[in-house]
Structures are given as C-alpha cells and as structure tokens.
C-alpha cells in the first residue's frame, strides 16, 4: 500500500466517529421492531400507532435529510453534525420517559429531526477526510457498522425489553451520544461546501409533499383509502413533491438540483435505494412480529433468530466494500439486491403458523447476504456519481430516498397485511404476512433491475468552476459518466 493511500489518524477519528453516530441512527430504524408488542401491551394503541411508532422516525429523518445536508454545507458540517447528536440524544431520553404511546411517537419524531441532520453529514465528513483510493474499504466499515446495528436492532431492543424494560431501548443512546459530542468536536476537522445556500422553498415543498404522502398511506387502513384525510394527503403530497421536482430544474441553487438525475448512475442506485429499503423494512416490521405472536418465541430469541439476516452484514459488507474497489459497484450491489429479493420471496413461499425455524433459515441467510453486499457499494457508487461540492447533496438525497422508502415499506406492507389478515389468529397474521412479503420481493427485484443501469466504471470528473473555500479543499474523486 502507498503511504498516501493509507488511512491517517484524521480519517480514522473520522470513520470511528461517524461510525458510531451512524450505529445510534441505524439502530433506531430496527431497534423498535421487536418491542412493539411490549410496548402495544404498555401504552395501548392499534395498528397505525405501532406504524407511527416506527414511522415518526423514518418519516421526519426523510423530510429533513435533505435539509440538515444543506445546513452543514452552509454553516459548517462538523457543527451542524454535533447538533444533531444533541437533538438526537435528547429526543431518545424523552422516549424513554414517554408515559403514553402519543408522547412516545412524537419523541420518535424529534429523534428523526436529530438523526437527519447527522446521518448524511457523518457519511460526507468520512468521504472528504479519506483518500479515493481508499474509500471503497472504508465505506465498507462504516456500511459493516450499520449493518452490526440492523443486527443488534431486533436483538438488542429484544433483550432489554425482556429482561429489564422496553424503555432502554431508548435509553442505550444517551451515554453513547454524551460522548460523542466532545470527541466530535475535538477530532472532527470542520469542513462546508463552496457557494452553498439554504434552499428554503425547495425544503417547505418536499417536507410537505413527503409528509402528505406517507400520511395518507399510514391512515389509510384506519380511515379507508377514499377518505378525505388520506385522499387530501396523497394527492396534495404529491402535488408538492411535483412541484419540488420542477423547483430543481429552475432554480437558481436548488437543494437537489435536478441535473444530478443526469447521471444514470446517480439515478439507478437512488432509485433502486427507495425500492430496496420499501421491500426490507416493510418486510423486517412483519417478521419480527411473527416470530413472536406466532412462532411464539420470547423478545430476546426473535431476536437472535433474526440475526442470520441482520448480521450478516459484519462479515459480509467489508468484503463488498473491498470487492466495490477492485471490480466496480455494479456487480456487487446488483448480486445483492437479487439475494434479498430471493430470500424475501423464500420466506413468503415457506411461511405458515407452524413453519420451523430450519425452514426459515435458508431464506434469512440469503436475505442477510444480499443486504450486506448492498449497502456499502452503493455508498461509493453513490459518491462516485457527483463532484466533491455536490456530495453533501448526494448523501442528503440517497439518505432521504432511503428513509423514504422505509415509511413508504412499512405503511404499504402493513396496509396489504391488514386488508389480508391481522392479529386475531395465528392463520389470519399469516395470511396478512405472505402477500405483504410478496410485494416486499418484488420491490426488491425491480431495484436490481434498475442497478444495471449503473456504469461499468468511473471516470474522473473535471475540476467543478468554482473554487472551494478556504475551510475545505476537496479531493478528486470518481465520477460515473
């Protein structure tokens, strides 16, 4: 290895950093999942309320993604990432204090506000501080220490509702965020982007228009798809989303400007990001309730018995990240959408009330094999994909897709369950689970047919016409033409 191509002691304060704030993000989209039932006995509530519980997370991490992006390009990555962790670490003792389920959503929905300033600054702070040669293998840790928090979520949130209570699922956050704060700030070089301008129409329209959509398709079950609050949501939120998209191709300084959709490959892996996150949340939010309302195992052992999905990316997402640099993105994350897609239609082939849990396991190893080979090339693909000033804004949108596909999984996959099934019996939980998991591949599949649209290989782009600012003098990295 050259000596320019090894890790410095900045980038590796960086990658330990943003690694761990990405855990305390990553797990609370999961850590959830498995205590819901404990929670649904504690606090009451019916259905749309778990999907709350789960989605006032998602959704305000969606619809502010791009806007917490835009506030570190501006006022400074290293700050506004350190104000997210506080807002994060915040909210989570507040949920954690929660007495009742509608103070519990809406402390789930602060935690979002913190998480979606932080999670796409850490992945541009970890871009910026390492070399391009490079970067391949550290996104393939940092993509590895998500996917240890999507392996702990339903095992950690499992354990610690058995055995102590459902609110230190919540409460794990508080001293790993106290001390981050002071690390990040004395580790973390403070860094924004050149020419960067807060883009406050462009944000009122698609925070609207994302909220209006997963709205009306949360309520949907509760109200009836032809009722006035859910046909108001979806059809006034996708009129602001239409007009957030016309935004980015006429302004002056969008906060996502259209011309990045340009790329084929910037759009394949958003595209395919949405579907892909739509197909395994939805899919991970009905499974971790079966494995206890009918499997009927205990919080802790639904938890272990998810781990051959959720952990596989320990082992397997370093490896991809390596395989990304040597043979390019495209292969590695294409194969690993196919996987998941099998392993989610493996399950709603097998899937019964007395089904074993042998018989699951070939279907939650490929689920776990397809997503660890996902994650971290679609992170360098995605990097690959735009110019160093454009990079704050490709990480906001491709974070917001994804969470947006998230709600999007949950709130679609729930809607199909409840119109086929719900939880009065064993049988009837199956019946609403099988044709939920059947969509969940299907999305699954359409994204690795549009991550062939990803190019075989990456250029270098030219150098952007602006120069960048003193505080921050990015490097060349690839670009897909």
Same mark, same amino acid.
């Given at each position: 290895?050259?000596?320019?191509?090894?890790?410095?002691?900045?980038?590796?304060?960086?990658? %330990?950093?943003?690694?761990? +704030?990405?855990? @305390?993000?990553? $797990?609370?989209?999961?850590?959830? #999942? =498995? *205590?819901? !039932? &404990?929670?649904?006995?504690?606090?009451?509530?019916?259905?749309?309320?778990?999907?709350?519980?789960?989605?006032?997370?998602?959704?305000?991490?969606?619809?502010?993604?791009?806007?917490?992006?835009?506030?570190?390009?501006?006022?400074?990555?290293?700050?506004?990432?350190?104000?997210?962790?506080?807002?994060?670490?915040?909210?989570?003792?507040?949920?954690?204090?929660?007495?009742?389920?509608?103070?519990?959503?809406?402390?789930?929905? %602060?935690?979002?506000?913190? +998480?979606?300033? @932080?999670?796409? $600054?850490?992945?541009?702070?970890? #871009? =910026? *501080?390492? !070399? &391009?040669?490079?970067?391949?293998?550290?996104?393939?840790?940092?993509?590895?220490?998500?996917?240890?928090?999507?392996?702990?979520?339903?095992?950690?949130?499992?354990?610690?509702?058995?055995?102590?209570?459902?609110?230190?699922?919540?409460?794990?956050?508080?001293?790993?965020?106290?001390?981050?704060?002071?690390?990040?700030?004395?580790?973390?070089?403070?860094?924004?982007?050149?020419?960067?301008?807060?883009?406050?129409?462009?944000?009122?329209?698609?925070?609207?228009?994302?909220?209006?959509?997963?709205?009306?398709?949360?309520?949907?079950?509760?109200?009836?798809?032809?009722?006035?609050?859910?046909?108001?949501?979806?059809?006034?939120?996708?009129?602001?989303?239409?007009?957030?998209?016309?935004?980015?191709?006429?302004?002056?300084?969008?906060?996502?400007?259209?011309?990045?959709?340009?790329?084929?490959?910037?759009?394949?892996?958003?595209?395919?990001?949405?579907?892909?996150?739509?197909?395994?949340?939805?899919?991970?939010?009905?499974?971790?309730?079966?494995?206890?309302?009918?499997?009927?195992?205990?919080?802790?052992?639904?938890?272990?018995?998810?781990?051959?999905?959720?952990?596989?990316?320990?082992?397997?997402?370093?490896?991809?990240?390596?395989?990304?640099?040597?043979?390019?993105?495209?292969?590695?994350?294409?194969?690993?959408?196919?996987?998941?897609?099998?392993?989610?239609?493996?399950?709603?082939?097998?899937?019964?009330?007395?089904?074993?849990?042998?018989?699951?396991?070939?279907?939650?190893?490929?689920?776990?094999?397809?997503?660890?080979?996902?994650?971290?090339?679609?992170?360098?693909?995605?990097?690959?994909?735009?110019?160093?000033?454009?990079?704050?804004?490709?990480?906001?949108?491709?974070?917001?897709?994804?969470?947006?596909?998230?709600?999007?999984?949950?709130?679609?996959?729930?809607?199909?369950?409840?119109?086929?099934?719900?939880?009065?019996?064993?049988?009837?939980?199956?019946?609403?689970?099988?044709?939920?998991?059947?969509?969940?591949?299907?999305?699954?599949?359409?994204?690795?047919?549009?991550?062939?649209?990803?190019?075989?290989?990456?250029?270098?782009?030219?150098?952007?016409?602006?120069?960048?600012?003193?505080?921050?003098?990015?490097?060349?990295?690839?670009?897909?033409?």
């Amino acid at each position: 290895m050259n000596q320019q191509d090894r890790l410095s002691r900045p980038a590796v304060w960086a990658l %330990v950093l943003t690694g761990a +704030a990405s855990f @305390m993000a990553a $797990l609370d989209n999961l850590v959830v #999942t =498995t *205590a819901l !039932p &404990a929670i649904r006995a504690d606090l009451g509530g019916k259905l749309e309320d778990l999907e709350w519980t789960v989605n006032a997370y998602t959704l305000t991490f969606a619809v502010l993604l791009m806007f917490g992006s835009a506030l570190g390009d501006r006022f400074g990555r290293r700050r506004l990432f350190i104000a997210g962790l506080a807002v994060f670490t915040t909210a989570s003792a507040a949920a954690a204090l929660s007495p009742g389920i509608g103070q519990l959503i809406a402390a789930r929905a %602060v935690q979002g506000v913190g +998480a979606a300033v @932080m999670m796409p $600054l850490s992945l541009t702070l970890l #871009t =910026t *501080a390492v !070399p &391009a040669t490079r970067r391949g293998m550290a996104l393939g840790i940092y993509g590895a220490v998500s996917g240890l928090a999507v392996a702990s979520g339903p095992l950690i949130g499992g354990s610690l509702t058995e055995h102590i209570s459902w609110q230190w699922i919540f409460w794990l956050n508080v001293p790993i965020g106290l001390a981050l704060i002071p690390l990040a700030r004395l580790r973390l070089a403070e860094s924004t982007a050149p020419n960067s301008r807060l883009d406050i129409p462009g944000t009122l329209l698609i925070s609207g228009g994302l909220f209006g959509v997963v709205y009306g398709l949360v309520n949907a079950n509760a109200h009836g798809w032809t009722s006035a609050p859910v046909l108001t949501g979806l059809i006034a939120g996708s009129a602001l989303i239409g007009g957030f998209v016309h935004h980015g191709f006429n302004s002056a300084n969008p906060m996502l400007p259209m011309r990045l959709f340009r790329s084929r490959g910037f759009f394949g892996i958003n595209l395919a990001s949405l579907l892909m996150y739509l197909g395994m949340f939805g899919s991970i939010f009905l499974l971790s309730q079966f494995l206890q309302g009918v499997a009927g195992y205990s919080p802790t052992e639904a938890g272990l018995r998810m781990l051959p999905w959720t952990g596989m990316a320990m082992i397997v997402a370093p490896i991809a990240g390596i395989l990304s640099d040597r043979i390019g993105g495209r292969p590695v994350v294409v194969a690993g959408l196919a996987l998941q897609a099998l392993g989610l239609g493996w399950f709603a082939v097998v899937l019964a009330p007395d089904v074993s849990y042998v018989t699951q396991l070939p279907a939650l190893i490929l689920s776990g094999i397809g997503m660890s080979l996902y994650f971290a090339p679609a992170n360098n693909v995605l990097m690959s994909t735009v110019a160093p000033a454009d990079q704050g804004k490709a990480s906001g949108t491709n974070n917001a897709l994804r969470e947006v596909g998230g709600a999007l999984g949950v709130a679609v996959l729930a809607s199909v369950f409840s119109a086929r099934g719900g939880y009065e019996t064993p049988q009837a939980f199956t019946d609403g689970t099988v044709p939920a998991l059947w969509i969940g591949a299907a999305a699954v599949a359409l994204a690795a047919a549009l991550a062939l649209l990803l190019p075989r290989r990456t250029t270098t782009p030219p150098t952007p016409a602006a120069p960048p600012t003193p505080t921050e003098t990015p490097a060349k990295i690839p670009t897909t033409r």
